[in-house]
C-alpha cells in the first residue's frame, strides 16, 4: 500500500517562509506526477504545484514566483518551499502521488495557517 505522508505545517507570518515535506513509501518514479493541493475552509481542494517523473513543474498562478516544488529521489520525499506568505495562502495542504494507471494516492493533509 502506497503511503504519503506530509510534515511541515505550522503558523507562520505574513510574508514569511515555510516548508513542506512529503515522504513517499514508494519510489518517486513509481509516480507519473506528485503534486500538492491544498483545501482552504469552505472551498474546492486545488492543485498548487506537480512535479512529472521527468522533473517538469507547474503552478497555480495564485503561487507563481513564490512557491517552490522540488524533489528528492534517493529520499523518496517531495517538497513544497513557500515563500511570501499570504492569508490567503492558509489552507490545510496534501501530498498527492498519481501512478502510472492514473490511480491517485493521499497524504492525510498539513495546516498552514498565515496570520499575524
Known amino acids: 500500500q502506497v503511503q504519503l505522508v506530509e510534515s511541515g505545517g505550522d503558523l507562520v507570518q505574513p510574508g514569511g517562509s515555510l516548508r513542506l515535506s512529503c515522504g513517499a513509501s514508494s519510489l518517486i518514479f513509481s509516480f507519473k506526477t506528485m503534486g500538492w493541493y491544498r483545501q482552504a475552509p469552505g472551498k474546492q481542494r486545488e492543485l498548487v504545484a506537480a512535479i512529472s517523473s521527468g522533473g517538469d513543474t507547474n503552478y497555480a498562478d495564485s503561487v507563481k514566483g513564490r512557491f517552490t516544488i522540488s524533489r528528492d529521489v534517493v529520499n523518496r520525499t517531495v517538497y513544497l518551499h513557500m515563500d511570501s506568505l499570504k492569508p490567503e495562502d492558509t489552507a490545510v495542504y496534501y501530498c498527492?502521488?498519481?501512478?502510472?494507471?492514473?490511480?491517485?494516492?493521499w497524504g492525510q493533509g498539513t495546516q498552514v495557517t498565515v496570520s499575524s
Open positions: 498527492n502521488g498519481r501512478d502510472w494507471g492514473n490511480t491517485d494516492y
